[in-house]
């Protein structure tokens, strides 16, 4: 039988401490699954765990590569059940080289950059020795419908950062794909593209509220955010958008899709 996307046992959920993250795990736990949670700040985590059933929660910065390492071999020695990976830690940090310094913008696209991109990439492939282990597995990597369309001009790295997170994760999934044909478990790597969703992500924002219903009616609720997500885990998608983002990657793949595929060696 083919692995689907909601066959794994255990999921390790980053940035699980509240928004998306906390959503996910939230879902996971309501359907049997064990959730582990990891993020930067303690305090949110002991609250998320305590409405998690007390799930094991672990600090990680996720941009600090080099504690990543360890991390996983602590986290595989402790949770050896362990299938499923979801890289949900992000920043969002409006970045204007017009008002900045060099060295104020450098420094804080860097600090982007090692969480939206560095962090994702050393869990994922550090894990894959441990997947490999297992009958099945399963990467979800959440982008941004602005890794798509870079329409919000006042985060340019962050915007580079979910379109490097879009096709890391399709050749990716190829590269996995290939290993199966071959003989390899197989480990599904999915793609969630949030479109602007309710959360504290615009806290740096002059505006923290500007992705609220009240502030932008095209924005999702949490909740509605992951009925949609939830809706397409169940078919089976392997890049699932959400509201708006779902055109979106709809067009996407229209228009490219075709090209890839080809590039890929698919029929």
């Not at 979801?86 to 310094?101: F, I, K, T, Y």
Request: net charge negative; with cysteine; charged share 25%.
């Amino acid at each position: 039988m083919p692995f689907k996307t909601l066959d794994f046992k255990s999921a390790l959920i980053t940035g699980g401490g509240g928004g998306i993250g906390l959503a996910i795990a939230e879902y996971f736990v309501a359907q049997g699954k064990s959730v582990i949670i990891c993020g930067r700040t303690e305090s949110k985590l002991q609250d998320a765990s305590k409405q998690l059933h007390d799930c094991p929660y672990y600090v990680l910065d996720t941009g600090n590569i080099s504690a990543i390492p360890a991390f996983i071999k602590k986290i595989t020695d402790a949770h050896p059940e362990l299938d499923c990976l979801v890289n949900n830690a992000g920043v969002q940090r409006p970045l204007d080289v017009n008002e900045m310094s060099a060295e104020d913008f450098t420094q804080k696209a860097d600090q982007e950059i090692a969480i939206n991109i560095q962090g994702p990439m050393h869990l994922a492939v550090g894990l894959l020795p441990h997947f490999r282990t297992k009958s099945g597995a399963v990467i979800m990597n959440v982008s941004s419908v602005l890794g798509f369309i870079p329409t919000s001009v006042i985060n340019p790295v962050y915007n580079g950062t979910k379109a490097w997170v879009h096709f890391w994760s399709m050749n990716l999934r190829t590269q996995l794909e290939q290993a199966a044909s071959s003989g390899d478990p197989t480990i599904r790597v999915i793609e969630i593209a949030p479109p602007s969703v309710g959360t504290d992500l615009h806290r740096e924002r002059k505006d923290p509220n500007d992705n609220k219903k009240d502030k932008n009616p095209s924005a999702l609720s949490v909740e509605e955010f992951i009925d949609d997500v939830v809706k397409a885990w169940k078919e089976d998608r392997d890049v699932i958008g959400a509201g708006p983002s779902h055109k979106v990657v709809e067009r996407w793949y229209s228009e490219f899709g075709s090209d890839y595929d080809k590039a890929a060696g698919k029929k």
